[in-house]
Nanobody, 120 residues
Framework: QVQLVESGGGLVQPGGSLRLSCAAS????????MGWYRQAPGKQRELVAT???????NYADSVKGRFTISRDNAKNTVYLQMNSLKPEDTAVYYC??????????????WGQGTQVTVSS
């Protein structure tokens, strides 16, 4: 059993900052790609940023220069630092990870989501 638990969402004013965290736990052998996606009301879920176990990060054009993804492999945790937030960043943010489990091999896992609301 593998779980991804997110934290750090909330209400922030335009121009403000938030930091999301997502910790993976359970029967983990190794973690490949980790990332963040978001889904606004009435819209499809979209990629925000991804970070592989090695190599370069990837960002949606809409967040480049404002958001930074990072990970702590020792803690099985991925972070999303969000600066200069805009109302259009309002969404439920989901953590995603491609994890090799001890029992079943590679599988895709999702967190439960954390709400980010940008409003004055």
């Amino acid at each position: 059993q593998v779980q991804l638990v997110e934290s750090g969402g909330g209400l922030v004013q335009p121009g403000g900052s938030l930091r999301l965290s997502c910790a993976a736990s359970g029967s983990i052998f190794s973690i490949n790609r980790m990332g963040w996606y978001r889904q606004a009301p009435g819209k499809q879920r979209e990629l925000v940023a991804t970070i592989p176990s090695g190599g370069s990060t990837n960002y949606a054009d809409s967040v480049k220069g404002r958001f930074t993804i990072s990970r702590d492999n020792a803690k099985n945790t991925v972070y999303l630092q969000m600066n200069s937030l805009k109302p259009e960043d309002t969404a439920v943010y989901y953590c995603n990870a491609l994890i090799r489990t001890v029992v079943t091999g590679y599988d895709d896992f999702w967190g439960q989501g954390t709400q980010v609301t940008v409003s004055s």
